[in-house]
């Protein structure tokens, strides 16, 4: 009932930038939290960042100060900007939103497929 399509990702070279978007599609009455994601090859998921419906952001200290999470919730879209990336931020990356369904009373968590993002020279 809910679609979460991401975009932007893909090859960039060490110290560049990239701004990846997650839009959300569906029978949506309200988005509350949403967040950015990401899973290294070989490694576990690990969160990059969130932000609450009124703004308020969080980050995992690996990319405090190099990524900014915005959202705009007239487009049920979040946004993920990438600065002074590195080889290690190469992962692919998910976004998920908490979505409360207009039939339903109680919010659900939805994930994106994930965007590839290749850090390298």
């Known amino acids: 009932q809910v679609q979460l399509v991401e975009s932007g990702g893909g090859l960039v070279q060490p110290g560049g930038s990239l701004r990846l978007s997650c839009a959300a599609s569906?029978?949506?009455?309200?988005?509350?939290?949403m967040g950015w994601y990401r899973q290294a090859p070989g490694k576990q998921r690990e969160l990059v960042g969130t932000i609450t419906r009124g703004g308020s952001t969080n980050y995992a200290d690996s990319v405090k100060g190099r990524f900014t999470i915005s959202r705009d919730n007239t487009k049920n879209t979040v946004y993920l900007q990438l600065n002074s990336l590195k080889p290690e931020d190469t992962a692919v990356y998910y976004c998920k939103m908490n979505v409360r369904l207009i039939t339903l009373s109680s919010a659900l968590d939805y994930w994106g497929k994930g965007t590839l993002v290749t850090v390298s020279s």
């Open positions: 569906g029978s949506i009455f309200r988005i509350n939290d």
